[in-house]
């Protein structure tokens, strides 16, 4: 799966999928409480990477959080229709 990041996505929704990517498989399937708190744990760091940054520097810099077997890996950048990067997805797990 490729993803393609931009400035003019929305914040919240990169940080949110950046959090589940984070949380993926480090908590017990059945134990819901411990996957919200690892959950908001995750989001608190990285909304503190992605700081005041734009969603493209923030994303970046945001997905050195990730665990590095299910971080995207960056595989080009394309200027129109809007600069944007290009990821690509690695084998993730389901949950993501």
Same mark, same amino acid.
């Given at each position: =799966? *490729? %993803?393609?990041?931009?400035?003019?996505?929305?914040?919240?929704?990169?940080? +949110?999928?950046?959090?589940?990517?984070?949380? @993926?498989?480090?908590?017990?399937?059945?134990?819901?409480?411990?996957?919200? =708190? *690892? %959950?908001?744990?995750?989001?608190?760091?990285?909304?503190?990477?992605?700081? +005041?940054?734009?969603?493209?520097?923030?994303? @970046?810099?945001?997905?050195?959080?990730?665990?590095?077997?299910?971080?995207?890996?960056?595989?080009?950048?394309?200027?129109?229709?809007?600069?944007?990067?290009?990821?690509?997805?690695?084998?993730?797990?389901?949950?993501?």
């Amino acid at each position: =799966r *490729v %993803h393609v990041v931009h400035d003019h996505m929305d914040r919240n929704d990169c940080i +949110e999928g950046l959090a589940w990517r984070v949380v @993926a498989g480090t908590y017990p399937e059945d134990d819901e409480e411990a996957e919200e =708190r *690892v %959950h908001r744990e995750a989001t608190r760091s990285i909304e503190a990477a992605f700081g +005041e940054r734009g969603v493209r520097e923030g994303y @970046a810099a945001a997905l050195q959080l990730v665990p590095e077997k299910r971080r995207c890996e960056l595989i080009g950048r394309v200027a129109k229709p809007w600069p944007a990067d290009v990821y690509l997805d690695p084998d993730a797990p389901e949950e993501v």
